[in-house]
């Protein structure tokens, strides 16, 4: 799989960072590099390996049992680069103790619960796909779309989202069905304020709390006013929408989504539309030859 790298498209809507501008900025995979580095370091895993550009996979046994998204950390540390050691030794810490921390408060365990969309070979099941995977102890909880895209159960700790298995939820006596409910209830919570900017005519949603792939998926989401409207995901971190009955907004999607194609960094080719008050899966997008 290929995830979307933070390309000149997305200047415009990013963050205002504070580095200088002589100062070289590691890249998303170099940093996801970095950390993966710290955690063969000090915890000497027996599984350690990358998933996709912005996270990695480990576990204590011969398989990976958890996938880390160090989304939040880079996004720390494009904020002071200078501080890259401490960032790292911070993520670190709170990845030391969240075991730990998850089974002492179920409370809080369940307060963190979220679902978000992922590109559907995330979960590595890719030739197994059905329409409701719970799998084996330890596996990763996942419901399938009709597209490319999954909605995967996660836990928002302060720091990153990891993913939650189906051995920390039989532990805690909840199945997959409670805590999904649960995860969609607490959406708007954890996902903190919208962001809406505008590039190219196109309306770009995300989350302060990198948690921007939850929003489709809210409650409340598709409102009345945004009625036909069609949902993109142009990457982890923004959500385009798209006016289907304006030429321009249409030409200058396309115009973008074809250039992620031809350059294989498009996360997803789903589109989705907001009907009855549901975002929903609307059709696959034919990749430009």
Known sequence: MNTMNLIPI?????????????????SLVEF???????VDKELEPNCLKVAD????????????GYVVDVVNAYNEYLA???????????????????????????????SRLVVMLRPDDYVGQVANKIERYAGADGSHVFYATEGDLDIVLFLDTDTAVR????????DLGLTTEEAYKIAV??????????????????TAISSVNGITL?????????TPDLEGLFLYVLDSEFLFLIDPKNQTQIQSFFAIVHSLQSNQVAMTN???????????????????Q
């Open 10 to 26: 997305l200047a415009v809507i990013c963050f205002a960072f504070n580095a200088s501008a002589e100062q070289t900025l590691m």
């Open 32 to 38: 996801r590099d970095a950390y993966m580095q710290l």
């Open 53 to 64: 550009d912005e996270s990695f996979e480990y576990g204590a046994e011969n398989d990976c």
């Open 80 to 110: 002071e680069p200078s501080n890259l050691e401490h960032i790292l030794d911070k993520f670190l810490s709170v990845f030391l103790q969240v075991d730990a921390e998850v089974y002492a408060d179920k409370e809080d365990f369940l």
């Open 163 to 170: 993913t939650v298995s189906t051995t920390m939820l039989s």
């Open 185 to 202: 209830k607490n959406i708007p919570d954890l996902f903190g304020k919208v962001r809406i900017e505008t590039y190219e005519n196109l």
């Open 214 to 222: 939850a929003w489709p998926l809210m409650e409340g989401a598709c």
């Open 270 to 288: 789903d589109l989705w539309v907001c009907e009855a008050e549901v975002w929903k899966f609307k059709a696959k997008m034919q990749q430009k």
